[in-house]
Every structure is written in C-alpha cells, then in structure tokens.
C-alpha cells in the first residue's frame, strides 16, 4: 500500500470558522475524515499533518522518506516561501499543490504559487474536494 502524506498550512486549523465565505463551512477534521475515506477507497495510506510552522512543516517534508507522495496546502506560505520550495525540490516526490479556493480568482499576492514550480500540478477552487480530486491525482502517479 501507498503511504501519502496530507500537509495543511497556516490557518487551515481555523477552517469552519475562518472567512466561512470563502473557506466554507467544514472544520478540519471534517475534511480530515472524507480525505480518509476516499483514501480507503483509493488503497492508499494517508497521514494527515497540520501545522502553523514554516519550519514545522519543512521538517515534516523532510520526512518524506516515509511517504511515496504528498498533498499539500500551504496557505499563505504558498505566496512567498522559498524554503518550502526548497524543501519539495530536496525530497524528489510527487507533489500536488491544493487550495480550497480558486488563489486566481482573488487578491493579487495569491496569484503567484511559489510552490507550484517544484509540484506535479496544482488543484485550487473546489472547496474541500480539492483535497480528494488530489488524491485522486497522487494515486495515479505513485
Ligand atoms: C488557501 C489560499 C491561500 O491564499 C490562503 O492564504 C490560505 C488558504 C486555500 O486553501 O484556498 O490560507 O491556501
């Protein structure tokens, strides 16, 4: 079985509560158990890991080793952190870059993914099936 790794960036604890308009209105642990039950239904391992922590989070990439590929939102470090880009290169396993929202369809900062340089695809806009239509994507690649 396939062991993929799901990281949720800055803020995205605060989901169900946070900007609902936009986010919507599903917590985190909502989105947590239909990311399981899809991955059940793919034949995949998922872990899922949420940090508020650049650092956190590039050390939990580090750990890639264990993981054959990885789901990512990485919130608002996606617009500017070079050190998470960094790490993706480092680690060499498929990426797929998620948002909940469509980041093209909004402010001007968020148009820019530094992050999707180093990742397979990006998939931003469908709310939290953004996250299982990722998985979809990481099963056929790993
Ligand atoms: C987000 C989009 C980012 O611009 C924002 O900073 C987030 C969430 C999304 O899932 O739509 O924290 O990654």
Same mark, same amino acid.
């Given at each position: 079985m396939k062991n993929i790794l799901v990281i949720h960036g800055p803020n995205l604890n605060l989901l169900g509560q946070r900007e609902p308009g936009i986010?919507? &209105?599903?917590t985190l642990d909502t989105i947590n158990q239909a990311i399981m039950e899809k991955a059940k239904a793919l034949g995949l391992a998922v872990e899922c890991f949420q940090s508020n922590h650049e650092g956190e989070i590039i050390d939990k990439i580090h750990d890639?080793? &264990?993981?054959?590929g990885c789901v990512i939102?990485?919130? &608002?470090?996606?617009?500017?952190?070079y050190a998470i880009l960094d790490a993706i290169k480092a680690v060499q396993k498929p990426f797929i870059e998620v948002h909940l929202s469509n980041i093209h369809a909004?402010? &001007? #900062?968020?148009?820019?993914?530094?992050i999707a340089p180093a990742c397979k695809g990006q998939i931003a806009? #469908?709310?939290?099936?953004s996250y299982l239509l990722a998985l979809d994507a990481i099963a056929k690649i790993v």
């Open positions: 986010y919507g &209105a599903q890639m080793k &264990a993981y054959d939102n990485a919130g &608002a470090y996606t617009h500017y952190s909004r402010d &001007a #900062f968020r148009h820019v993914s530094v806009g #469908f709310g939290a099936d």
